[in-house]
């Protein structure tokens, strides 16, 4: 069956560090991939996708690339700021299931 | 993109009372919503899935008879927390996917409702 490994948190960094947080797949197929980020008190918010291998997804200054050698789909950002601070979800969706969640990283941004 | 509006976002009831949950497409009809619990410091439980004219389907776990799902329009659906318990205090969030995008497309979600029960 599918699943997501994501690395565990806290991920604590002060405010202009670069953050990477993890993500690992196992999928049958070809899956489109996913970071969701739910900031506090709120339901999640698609952050960017990638939808096959070697596709880049980017918003907001966040980037992901799909790595189907790897099976991975790291988050990156190169300067992180207090707003940031949120839980961050690695997805999956593979054919016409639900998506398939990471347990999230709480990413804590410091001044 | 499209959006998905869920109400209440918080609820405080007491115990034994039941409560209901609406998740709505405002934009777009979804055939099928999918809800979710989320404990503190967990990931996201698929709880159910929820079919427009048809009975959801629960994951394994799941007590159909607590949890009741209704999906009776393309835009509408709701859970019904019934006889509540402090243990039934989470964060539920739905989401629904637009079944006129293309396939492998990421899924919307509502804001959430956090529930407390007292």
């Known amino acids: 069956g599918n699943s997501v490994t994501q690395m565990e948190g806290p991920v604590t960094l002060s405010e202009e560090a670069f953050l990477t947080i993890n993500c690992t797949y196992t999928?049958?197929?070809?899956?489109?991939l996913f970071w969701y980020v739910q900031y506090p008190g709120e339901g999640l918010q698609l952050l960017l996708k990638a939808t096959k291998a070697d596709d880049k997804g980017s918003n907001k200054g966040f980037e992901a690339t799909y790595r189907k050698e790897t099976t991975s789909f790291h988050l990156e950002k190169g300067s992180v700021q207090v707003s940031d601070s949120a839980v961050y979800f690695c997805?999956?969706?593979?054919?016409?299931?639900?998506?398939?969640f990471g347990k999230g990283t709480m990413l804590l941004v410091s001044p | 993109g499209a959006v998905v509006s869920q109400h209440p976002s918080r609820v405080i009831c007491k115990s034994g009372t039941s409560v209901k949950i609406e998740c709505r497409s405002l934009?777009?009809?979804?055939?099928?919503m999918f809800w979710y619990r989320q404990f503190p410091k967990k990931s996201l439980m698929l709880m159910a899935t929820?079919?427009?004219?048809?009975?959801?389907?629960?994951e394994q776990g799941v007590e159909k008879d607590k949890f009741l799902i209704n999906h009776a329009s393309l835009t509408l659906s709701t859970l019904t927390v019934t006889s509540a318990h402090p243990e039934d205090s989470s964060f539920y969030i739905c989401s629904a996917r637009d079944p006129g995008a293309t396939l492998n497309t990421e899924a919307f979600f509502g804001q959430g409702t956090r529930l407390t029960v007292v």
């Open positions: 929820s079919n427009e004219g048809s009975k959801a389907t629960y």
């Open positions: 997805a999956l969706f593979s054919g016409y299931s639900t998506l398939t």
């Open positions: 999928a049958t197929g070809y899956p489109s």
């Open positions: 934009d777009f009809q979804a055939t099928t």
